[in-house]
């Protein structure tokens, strides 16, 4: 082969002396790769019976649901996730697989989401599914867990370590199908008006907070409640709490946490990963032909790298602007950490205790953890490299 001659474009003769451009070539290359997508969509285990992947006259399966979000959609990686999976869907689909998203409280209360799934109020949901916490305790451990997984590590035990089916078990009883549909790093520690120097100093304090760390830092005494992240500013502001947790240091500031809380505590100990979840109800998911399934699983996947590739992406500008806003930037003292691991162990083992869900998810976790540990101590460079 040999390139064409006073050619503007890069080509090879054949033995036909036919040419063909790269464009041309790249082209017909992706046709393969989309085919051969398609195609695996198809595979199915042998000797199972075929599922339809369309409806009469070859047309795929139209589904039109309502989305509802914990989150507003201005919210940067969180509020933009179910619009990245509505829009994502719709396009894959060609239009066929409609998800519209509607804000927090416009159809149901965001606490509340994961039954108005199960009792179609609506067809869909995005959630942090700790906020099911008060009635299946079990529910906090596949949102976050405190000094639990970090985000990878959550991912590799989701997909590959059991997760997903013990979720799946736990919220199939519920008449829900969650899936894995965002992923986030830490939060901060939190936003406090005053330094935090000794665990002594969350005695008394008003502070609002989620999920299982809620638990933990109450039994050091403190005040806790639990607000939708929309009326966090308004309770802070007028002096309702003293202080805040609720997500990444970018959303928290646009939410206005810095400008009344001058004290940023990291690292998020109580929520090292924050994972988001589609749920559906369970009868219509079971209703869907398998293409379709399938499409929201992997439109959920990419959901799931977008949001954590954006949230480690975002968070180093906002924290290097604080010094000019006032805001001290702080990482608690480890005595402090150090005695807020050992309450955290204590809150686990008794919800264990308690719970045969969380004992099983918890205990499959720990196990996942321990071998994940040989990996994740030799293979990474120490963090003060």
Known sequence: MRRCDNQPTLC?????????????????????????????????????????????GNE???IRWRLTSAFNTNLPVIGEAPAFL???????????????????????PPFSITEAVRDRKVQSGFTWLGYDQGRMPA?????SVPFGMEPWEFMAWWYNGGGRELGEALYHEQG?????????GPETAGWFRDPI???DDFAGMKIRFAGLGGEVIQRLGASVTLIPGGEIFQALEKGAIDATEFSLPVIDQMLGFDQVAKFNYFPGWHQPFGAGHLIVNL?????????????????????????????????????????????????????????????????LDEQA????????????????????????????LPRDF
């Open 12 to 56: 090879w003769v054949t033995g036909m002396n036919k040419q063909i451009s790269v464009r041309a070539a790249f082209f017909a290359m992706l046709t393969a790769l989309l085919v051969g997508i398609i195609a695996s969509l198809a595979i199915r285990p042998p000797g199972t019976a075929a599922v339809s992947t369309a409806k009469a």
């Open 60 to 62: 795929r399966q139209q």
């Open 86 to 108: 509505s829009e994502t869907l719709a396009g894959a689909s060609a239009g066929a697989i409609v998800l519209e998203p509607f804000e927090p409280g416009e159809l149901v």
């Open 139 to 143: 529910s906090t451990l596949i949102a």
């Open 176 to 184: 829900v199908h969650p899936v894995l549909c965002s992923m986030t």
């Open 197 to 199: 120097e000794a665990i």
């Open 283 to 347: 009868d219509l998911w079971n209703d869907l032909v398998e293409d379709t399934r399938a499409m929201i699983d992997v439109a959920c996947m990419a959901g799931v790298s977008r949001a954590l590739a954006r949230s480690e992406a975002i968070q180093g500008d906002v924290i290097r602007e604080f010094a000019d806003k006032g805001v001290t930037a702080a990482t608690l003292p480890r005595p402090i950490l150090e005695r807020l691991r050992e309450v955290s162990r204590e809150v």
């Open 353 to 380: 205790a308690a719970d045969p869900h969380f004992a099983r998810i918890l205990a499959s976790q720990r196990r996942f953890s321990e071998t994940y540990g040989y990996w994740k101590r030799l293979g990474y």
